[in-house]
C-alpha cells in the first residue's frame, strides 16, 4: 500500500479518535506540550517559531499555540486527507524546508513509519529545520515489547535506541524527555541534564 493511501480517514479514526484503540489521548497530547514548554522556559530558551512536522490531528500543535501565545506555529502533514481536512501545510520530513529554522521543531509518531535510508534523510532535514529545540517521539525496537500493539501501529519499522542516538547525536544533545537541543547549545546544560 502506498504510503500516502496508508494514511487515511480510516488510519487517524483507528489509532486518534476512536477511544477504544486510539494510542493517545487529547489529553496526554496537553501533557506532553505543557513539559516540552516548561523544559524549554527553564532553560530559558525562546520560543518564537514552532514547526510540527507530521503534525497530525493539530493536538500537539494547538497545545503548543497555547502554551507559546505569541509564537507562529506551522503543521505540515503528508497525509493528504488530513491536509484537505485541516488545511495543513503538505510536506514529508525528508524534504521539507522553510526559509528561516524554528526555535522548536516537533516530529512524534514519523520516523518509524520510514525505511533507513529515508529516515536517515529525515533526522538530517530535522537538523537543518531546527535552530533551538527538537522534540522527538519514536518507537524504537526496546519499545515494542512493551507497548499496547492493539494500539500501536504495527506497520512500522524498527530500530535500536542506539541507532537514533548515532544518528541524533551528530546534530543534537539530548536533554531527557525527548527533549533535544541543536548542537552547539545556546543554552547552559550541566552534565547530568544531558546524560
Known amino acids: 500500500m502506498d504510503s500516502e493511501e496508508r494514511f487515511d480517514a480510516r488510519y487517524?479514526?483507528?489509532?486518534?479518535?476512536?477511544?477504544?484503540?486510539?494510542?493517545?489521548?487529547?489529553?496526554?497530547?496537553?501533557?506532553?506540550?505543557?513539559?516540552?514548554?516548561?523544559?524549554?522556559?527553564?532553560l530559558d530558551l525562546p520560543?518564537?517559531?514552532v514547526l510540527d512536522i507530521g503534525c497530525g490531528l493539530g493536538w500537539m500543535l494547538g497545545a503548543l499555540q497555547n502554551e507559546f501565545p505569541k509564537a507562529r506555529c506551522t503543521g505540515v502533514e503528508y497525509s493528504t486527507h488530513l491536509c484537505r481536512k485541516y488545511g495543513w501545510?503538505?510536506?514529508?520530513?525528508?524534504?521539507?524546508?522553510?526559509?528561516?529554522?524554528?526555535?522548536?521543531?516537533?516530529?512524534?509518531?514519523?520516523?518509524?513509519?520510514?525505511?533507513?535510508?529515508?529516515?536517515?534523510?529525515?533526522?538530517?532535514?530535522?537538523?537543518?529545520?531546527?535552530?533551538g529545540a527538537l522534540y522527538l517521539g519514536v518507537l524504537t525496537a526496546e519499545d515494542w515489547d512493551h507497548c499496547d500493539r492493539a494500539r500501536?501501529?504495527?506497520?512500522?519499522?524498527?530500530?535500536?535506541?542506539?541507532?537514533?542516538?548515532?544518528?541524533?547525536?551528530?546534530?543534537?544533545q539530548s536533554v531527557g524527555g525527548g527533549v533535544f537541543i541543536k548542537k552547539p547549545a545556546a543554552v547552559t546544560l550541566w552534565s547530568l541534564e544531558t546524560i
Request: aromatic content about 10%; charged content about 25%; glycine content about 2%.
Open 89 to 131: 501545510t503538505q510536506g514529508s520530513v525528508t524534504d521539507f524546508s522553510a526559509r528561516a529554522p524554528f526555535d522548536l521543531v516537533v516530529c512524534h509518531d514519523v520516523l518509524p513509519s520510514l525505511d533507513d535510508a529515508r529516515c536517515r534523510a529525515a533526522i538530517a532535514n530535522l537538523a537543518r529545520l531546527c535552530r
Open 152 to 172: 500501536t501501529d504495527p506497520d512500522v519499522h524498527l530500530r535500536s535506541a542506539a541507532w537514533y542516538a548515532r544518528l541524533l547525536g551528530k546534530h543534537f
Open 12 to 42: 487517524y479514526e483507528r489509532y486518534y479518535k476512536n477511544p477504544r484503540t486510539r494510542a493517545t489521548t487529547p489529553q496526554a497530547v496537553r501533557r506532553q506540550a505543557a513539559f516540552v514548554a516548561s523544559y524549554l522556559r527553564h
Open 47 to 49: 520560543v518564537r517559531r
